[in-house]
């Protein structure tokens, strides 16, 4: 009998997330010069930028556009067999399919398709490993590329918005076999906000509640740094650099991480995040459920969400 | 037609290590007010302890005995199926099988064979979570029990001794569906040393070759930190405590890790370890190859590797 | 001719602060159990608290009574012939003089004075310095006492409020010889905040505007950690031990302090700091000014200051 | 009667170090690309280079010359008045004296002498505060210029070579009115090394033995960091750069400094250290003193203080 949904290990990890810009010189500059990723290429589009251990062609396609937010979003199948696998679930599913895409510089052929709320996923399996050229070679043979002392390790998450978080949920289970790590229940008994990983990671995707009128927005992108140090630093570079922080660094209640966001020259705001030595390993893990009670206690150590925490995604709506 | 080689994903994570100590009292002491591990429980033979963020209710068996060494290695599969499947694996694979037995405090039944060098391992399923005493609830529901501040956040890995390390591969590979990450290949082409994964974690397991009279020991267990910094700071309360600081802290070149090894009291070596945010997240992440002309170069900073990190194992041997 | 100002160099020191506290039992727990205190001895009345590298005998002395706040005082003298020029200095000054008292465990006879605000500060030389008994003898003999991996490392600073910040100035460089190296000037010309130092260190005392009826009141007392992450380690200490943390772990723009506030049960602020390398080396150091539009943009990584930052101190007024 | 030793508080603080190579530009490359350095100026002999939050236009002068070592050591004198008593003490003292010299394009006129090892010294009150051009302005007004992110933040002290440190240690009691703070007591009742300071940092020179036939030999040259994490970032900078590491991280026992040592291109030895928040501030702290038995102990953790360490400086010499 068909699968009605994707096995648990069929989808290896996030791979990648295209940006778009509405300030492309600007938010490359960003990227490149304080964040600290490297530009494996450039199309005409197109910017193809990874962190230093990344170990694909990139994890971050950044694009023109006319707006901001999420252009698409990229899973690495564990095999072909398990991309098949996928491909037929998804298409049984009835959430909005694409179909087959070339792929850009960076991987093979992807399978396209959609949740309800408006944002473009793809799977593929063939990738294209990052080949670092002589200036760029690691000295420890077991990373992608040189290190260079910036924040960034590896993409780590991202955070989408949707008008309702369980029928979101559904798809998540339904089209990436992901599980819920933690979520928040509100008090009405909605869920206000789910976290999702496909592997060990404690996440590689969270949703959050869109409240106004917005469409397939982005809430946040995010790298991970080795230590939380790192992200003290970048905190002051991000200030020298005259970046806008929005909140942190600070500690998270929800999945303990350690976090700081800015927002980019374009608005879309992105995250160094460091989770320390967490992981989910028990195969039976029981999502972890936070009440509006617990959420009023702020973040771990008692800082108080910013306002625009809950109300900035990108693109603004008509209300912004 | 029946699988002959246990499946990627079947078996879940690491659970726990058994130590011996013919110094119980001293060795417990060591474990839980210099190293920073809870008691979780005791019985005549045995203290059950973990580390504050490990869920289960214990990653360490701390065993009376007439000398040192690993007791047994426990590692819990992802579900009963997969437990299943892997015990007909195991136990059409010619590798000496004990059979089941009824777990001990920590968990259920499970299933126990040996790897052709004298090391026991035992594969379970139903475990017994940690329940958290009120004294000892956290203060965050995602995490298993009240943070302490102490070093170890949860159980990390464990590197066994054995004459030949590809015939130990071959045992990891057919048993624990374990993937190779990284591994030393001699000049003579031997293998001098493999990790092992059943997970995103670099490693869980580590195999080196055992150059004297050995048999069955263990080089060494760790637990992780969340920082490199908790790791520096242990060095100073070990140093306070007398304790036998081996070498470190420094970072390996292989695996990267920022490396502590410390002897407890009675002999066996035991480390704090910290892999900053890096994950094998690859499904065909390639093995990498370390020669001895690599090997030469020391540790990633250039310390030299001393002396009885090649020889120093438990149980002492003959020569020791 | 005589000395009408302390000279530079003949204090050496913010030697210790008495705090005052109404739930004696519950401070003297949360200093040495969570915050990280070892007590050097206790009476009738107080308990005589240091930090692990504090070399004299105390560094806070916490004494019973009937409500909360700042007992007195005490700087270290550099010689004996500095405290008699320095008592010289005062008594010429016309600032409330209580002259000689015995000292207490910790020290030897001392100067009382006070400030116009009712801060009482005494000057002495002679010290008891802290003599470990064996079980808390330091692995190296260069500090003061076996390292506990707990945060505080040393007693750093106090900020004490009063209604005319200049008048405190005044105090301060007449009295104690100290330098100004920051201070806020509000738009009405007024000095909102002033920050002194008698040595290298970028501050020991600060002096901040009281806005309400409050008289000789504490702001905070802080220790200095040797890390950051020792604060980041210590929020979840506190968190875990149900301490309220105020404010924080967040970095000041005023002296780039990286800072955490939490009050102790009784309801005085402390906060733990780090400076980094920071230190003022100049000896014609440009004292920095801070104007309200420079406050407005918020604490160095742009967090918004806390109300009951400008309102809470010890003890409580009529309005609290 | 005149002063026949410089009185505590006459000299502030080290200033500057003259470093000589023979591989100009490489060394140039070093120190801005690798190390964190910026360059402040650079005339037909010289580069002016410093530390992100060095006041003075330049802790470090790094001179083109047929070989390595130190041309070089500033000290900024607390005031004008106490440069003079200071130049009064060493024109009465016997020690070779160069005299008054022009400054160079960091500072105002300089008063010359020597030791009698051959290392040149320079005495300056006169100074050049670095002036940030608007592309180095820093973010907060009480640094120096832009943060960068790189590990040094500040010149912390330098190492000399001595045939004999106990008569060092007279010159530097008698022209510097430094104190000593920690040294090494050899079993035959030499001093083997003594560390040094003229303000409450625990040293800003040190002076270890010469075993061969150098002469005014350089040991190392160090800058501060603000945290060890910047110090474990920086190995990997090393590394990824090819410089040699010669030792380290680790952490001294003497002074608890964690340390890190590198040699440029030209062969000088550098280092990045970090004290924590270790300061000395006793007016009265007595000199602690090291044995051969203490140092058989290693480092703080154990670390065997590498052969290299008590061979190699700079220049080197007809043996090497």
């Known amino acids: 009998m068909a699968d009605t949904r994707t096995r648990a290990g069929d989808i290896a990890h ?20 304080v964040y600290g990723l490297k530009l494996s290429g450039e199309d005409a589009d197109s910017a193809y930028l990874r962190a230093w251990d990344d170990y694909e062609h990139h994890s971050l396609k950044l694009t023109r556009a006319e707006t901001t ?5 990229g899973y690495r199948a564990a095999s072909p067999e398990a991309l098949d696998r996928c491909v037929a679930v998804i298409e049984a599913s009835g ?38 050229p002589p200036e760029d070679r690691p000295a420890l043979k077991n990373t992608a590329s040189a290190f260079t002392g910036m924040p960034p390790r590896r993409l780590d998450h991202l955070n989408l918005l949707a008008q309702d978080v369980s029928v979101f949920r559904d798809f998540m289970l339904t089209c990436l076999g992901s599980r819920v790590t933690e979520y928040i229940q509100l008090d009405n008994g909605r869920i206000g906000g789910c976290w999702f990983t496909v592997n060990n990671k404690t996440y590689d995707l969270a949703c959050t509640e869109e409240h106004g009128t917005g469409h397939g927005r982005l809430h946040h992108v995010t790298y991970a740094t080795d230590q939380r140090e790192d992200i003290l630093r970048a905190a002051d570079i991000f200030l020298q650099n005259g970046v806008h922080i929005e909140t942190g660094p600070h500690k998270h209640a929800i999945q303990g991480t350690f976090f700081l966001y800015v927002w980019e020259p374009a608005g879309n705001r992105v995250e160094l995040a460091n989770a320390g030595a967490r992981l989910i390993l028990a195969p039976d893990w029981e999502p972890v459920r936070w009440t509006e009670a617990d959420r009023k206690k702020g973040q771990a150590w008692g800082l108080k969400t910013i306002e625009t925490f809950h109300t900035h995604g990108t693109p603004p709506t008509a209300e912004d």
């Open 14 to 33: 996030l791979g990648h997330v295209e940006m778009l810009t509405d300030r492309y010189d600007e938010s490359l500059d960003f990227f490149t010069r």
């Open 95 to 132: 959430y909005p399919v694409q179909g087959w895409v070339d792929g850009d510089d960076g991987h093979g052929p992807a399978f396209r398709f959609g949740d309800p709320f408006g944002h473009v996923f793809e799977i593929y399996y063939e990738t294209r490993r990052y080949e670092a």
């Open 69 to 73: 937010g999420v252009g698409h979003i």
